[in-house]
C-alpha cells in the first residue's frame, strides 16, 4: 500500500468516527424521549484482494429487548383504562356524598324518617306537614343529582369513545407513514433506527388508548393487532369509523348507540383496553347497571309509599313508575333522574297525613286503607303510621313481607343485574347499593395506582436496557475523540511524506 492508499484509509476511518459522533449526539439529544431506543452501528473493515481498505460502518440499528417492549405495550392500556375507569368513578362517588355525613343517600332517606316521625307526633302541625314535604323534595333531588351523574359520566365515556377511535386513526397513519419509509430505506441497504424510534412512539401512544401487539415483517413493515385479535389498518384508506350520539337513559350497543366499524364491520368487541376499552365498558355495562339499581331503588320507593296510601314521589305529571313491557324496567328506565315530590302533595302539604290513595288492600300486599276526607280528623294518624312501619319498613303489612326488590333482568334490555342481593327495607336497599358502588369506585383507585407503578417499573427497565446510557456515550465519545485525533495524525504524517517527496523531487524536474 502506497501513501494514496494510507491517506485513503486514514479518510475511511475518519468517516466512521463522524458517522458515530453523530449517533452519539442523536441517542444523547434523546436521552429523555419516551419509547427511544439506543442507536449504534457496527463497524467492519474494508479489504480489497486481500489488502486492508480501511473501515466501513454498517446501517445504524437499534437495542431493543422486544419481549420487555411488548410487555410494556401491554401494560400502558391497562394501565390507561384502569385510570379512565377511576376517573369516571371517583367523580360518581362524589356525587354520591359521605356515609353519614348527611349528603348521602340512606341520610336523606333517614331526614324523610325523622320528618314523618315528628309529624307522627303532631299530625295536625302544618310546619311538620311542610317539614316532610321538604324533606322528601331533598331526597329525591339527591336521587336526581346521583343520576345525572351516572348519564355526565356516561356520556363523557361516549364522547371517549369517538375522541379514542380518531386518535387511533392517526396513530396508525403515523404507523403506516413510517412503515412504508422504514421499507423504501430497507430495500436501499440504509439505516432505518431513526423513523423505527420514531413508530415505537406512535405505538406506545396506541397502545394507552387500545390493547395492541405488533409483528415486525422482514422488509420493514409492521402488523397492528389489536387486543380482540383484529388486524388494524395502517395502510388503509378506510379507518375505523364511528359517530357520536347524546345518550339518554334508555340507550344501548348496539341499538341506539354507532358501533364502531371498519370497512362497515361492526368490530367495537374486537376493541379492548385502554381507555377505548375501559370507556366502551363504562358506557354500556358499569354505568347502566348503577342507572338500573337507582332506578330500581327510585321505582320500590315510589311505589311503597303509593302501596300504603301516599302518592308522595312521582314524575312530574304525577305518575308512578310502572313495568310497561318485557323487561323489569320497561317503562320506568331512567326514572331516577325524573323522581320528584308529587306536585298535588307539593300543593296540599297535609296530604302527607291523609293520603291521597284509596288502597282495596291484599293478602300478599298492603292492608287496606281510606284517606283521610277533607274535614276529617286534624290528628288523622293512620297514614303516617303506615309509612314509618311498612312503607320503609321490611313488610308490607303485618306478617307480610315486603314483594322482593328484582336485581336481575334490570335496564333498558333486561340485561343488566345488581351485583348484591337486596335488603327487604328502602334504607338497607339505599345502603347497600351505595356501599357496593363506593367498593368499586374504591378498587378502581386502588387498581389505577398499582397499574401505574407496575408501569413505571416497566418503564424504568426499558430504559435501562433500551435506553441511553449518558456514561457509556460520554465514554465512547472520548475513545472517538482519541480514535479522530490518532487518524488525523496519520494523515497528517502522510501530508507530510508527500510534501518531502515532493520538495525532494522538484530540483530533479526542474
Known sequence: M?????LATAGTGIDAIQTQLALI??????AGTPSYATEVAAQEAVTAGGTGMGVRLLPATRLVDTTLQATLLGQNASTAGAQTTATALSAINAVQGTPGAGNDLPSLLAGVTTAFTTLAGDPSSAASQQAVVTAAQTLANGINSISQSYQQQRQTAQDGVVSAVAAINTDLGTIGTLSDQIINLKSLGQSTADLENQRDKAVASLSSLVSVRTLAQPNGDMLVIAGGGLMLPTHATNPLTTSGAQLGAAATYPESIPAITLGGTDVTGALTGGSLGADLTLRDRTLPTYQAELDEFSAQLSNRFAAQGLSLFT????????????????????????ITVNPAVAASPSLVRDGNLAIAGSPTGASAFTPNPAGGPAAFGTLISRVLDYALGSDAQAGVAQPATPTTGLGPSGTLAAPYAAPPDLTGLASTMIASQSADSAAATAQASSEASVQTTLSSRLASEDGVNMDQELAAMTQLQNAYGANARVISAVQSMFTTLLTAITPVMG
Do not use: E, F, I, K
Request: aromatic letters at 8%.
Open 2 to 6: 502506497g501513501l494514496d492508499g494510507a
Open 25 to 30: 449526539s442523536q441517542n444523547v439529544a434523546n
Open 315 to 338: 314524575r312530574g305529571d304525577g305518575s308512578l313508575p310502572a313495568s310497561t313491557g318485557p323487561y323489569t324496567q320497561s317503562g320506568y328506565v331512567g326514572y331516577a333522574g325524573q
